[in-house]
């Protein structure tokens, strides 16, 4: 059989929005999505992987939240 074609991981960027909530967008595909709080972060992500990856035998079998803080500190 040969190797599989699909990613078996997709990687999300998550960054805190500045006016209130999360953002997550995927860095090997053209998925973004956006929630209030981490627990409907995770919702909207998985729920937007399985839109753009409709066949579950081609859709990434994890999902990795990559988190950036931006942390201002006094000089």
């Known amino acids: 059989m040969p190797p599989s074609s699909h990613p078996t991981?997709?990687?999300?960027?998550v960054e805190e929005?500045?006016?209130?909530?999360?953002?997550?967008?995927?860095?090997?595909?053209s998925i973004f999505t956006e929630a209030a709080d981490i627990t409907g972060l995770k919702d909207a992500v998985?729920?937007?992987?399985?839109?753009?990856f409709p066949a579950?035998?081609?859709r990434p079998r994890a999902i990795r939240l990559h988190w950036v803080r931006d942390e201002v500190i006094a000089a």
């Not at 998985?46 to 753009?52: E, F, G, I, L, M």
């Open 56 to 58: 579950e035998a081609t």
């Open 17 to 29: 929005d500045p006016s209130g909530g999360y953002t997550a967008q995927a860095v090997s595909a």
């Open 9 to 13: 991981e997709i990687v999300f960027v």
């Open 46 to 52: 998985r729920d937007a992987v399985r839109c753009h």
